[in-house]
């Protein structure tokens, strides 16, 4: 294993120039021997400027065929790619130890760590609970997965540093020795498994971050789900619970209307349910995950209740664009998998809703999502061509009124159409963008210009 103390004397290669490989570059090049940077894609063309960046920070760009001529000690790989990825081949070739951008920022980094991780939910919670923690820590840096490398966040940190990270499963796969001082596993549902195979493969991966915790350490586990509730068998962290259903012996918990902690044997009293900004069981889940772990990484019940009755969310996510002739226009374009969807539908169950799906064909079951849409009465929008099978399945359900569109701009004008006055037109896609899309940051922003040059027309 390649040390901290090591780096000076390291070669490594960096496989990927997205973000991330950019990132390892620009950190790395000054602390180490020598670095290279390659990337898999056969056509280059789009990554002269990123290869140019890299070489700038001391990178040396070296095509993928001639990888396996390098013997790097380390290799550090884009989340992007799986470790198994046949393209991959020739670097597994050169040898040295393998290792996700994580797992080189974690020991770069000096400090405490709060990872958190979770099928939905993870960016939300990771703001709220940075912002939770500047209230009580002076060095306190949000980064991961939700933009901002970890490697970057690192550098400079002192013991005095808190971070908070979100990692997802493709970052926790070549994970070795990463061991965060509080792990928050928020909820395991089916998504990205074209990679990971099976549910039960996907939380694996998802609990990789627990099996190194220390006992001095604090596991936040959500007791409401039996994937994740098992993962206290495999930690020696202390297990925080945190339930919207259930009373918990350690943790948080929803109890007579209120947000409960209880730590150490005592009983605080977060808040309301009903001061919590975010609205929905799925959001009051969350806002108990960070309340256990923002009490375990040093905050006071004072510092959560002042974010949670404050913290109305980010871009993309239950987004309220205002409404147009009656109709409330919301953008969930961050719902890429069922089980998101089905909890934005849930927000609105007392109300009139027209969902709109769009984005590629995973291969998910949506049966679930098909029975409460019958259940409810929603109406649907389907957006593009990669849900095809999705729509001619919905379409010979009896209760299901469907239509198909093309473009936002049709999306829109028939979902408000088919909305009465006083329901919800949300777009919450349930899959990913890439079918007409760069990303669903693209896909909610144009659906959000759209709307406002409909308001303004």
Known sequence: MVRVTDLAEAEVLIVGLGMTGKSCAKVLSPMCRKVWITDAREDLSSLVAAIEEAEGSGARFIPIAETANLRPNLVVVSPGLAPVDERLLTVRRAGGEWVSEIEIASRIARGRIVAVTGTNGKTSSVTMAGNILKRCCDDVRVSGNIGHPFIEAATGSTKDTLHIVEVSSYQLELCRTFSPQVGVVLNVQPDHLARHRTIEEYARAKARMLGKMKPESTAVLNRDDRLVEAMANITSARIAEFSVRFEVVSGTFLSGGSLVAVWD???????????????????????LAVSAASIAAGAGPEDIRSEVVSFAGLPHRLESLGEIGGVDIVNDSKATNIEAVLAAMETFDSRHVTLILNGDDKGF???PLKEAIVRSGTKVVVLGPGLRRVADEFKKTEGIELKRTETMLETIETGLEMTVPGGVLLLSPSSSSFDLYENYEERGTVFRNEIERKKNS
């Not at 975010?278 to 806002?287: E, T």
């Open 265 to 287: 044997g005592i009983r605080h009293t977060i808040c309301r349910e009903e001061d919590v900004a975010l609205k929905g069981s799925h959001n009051i889940a969350n806002v």
């Open 365 to 367: 079951d949506y049966t």
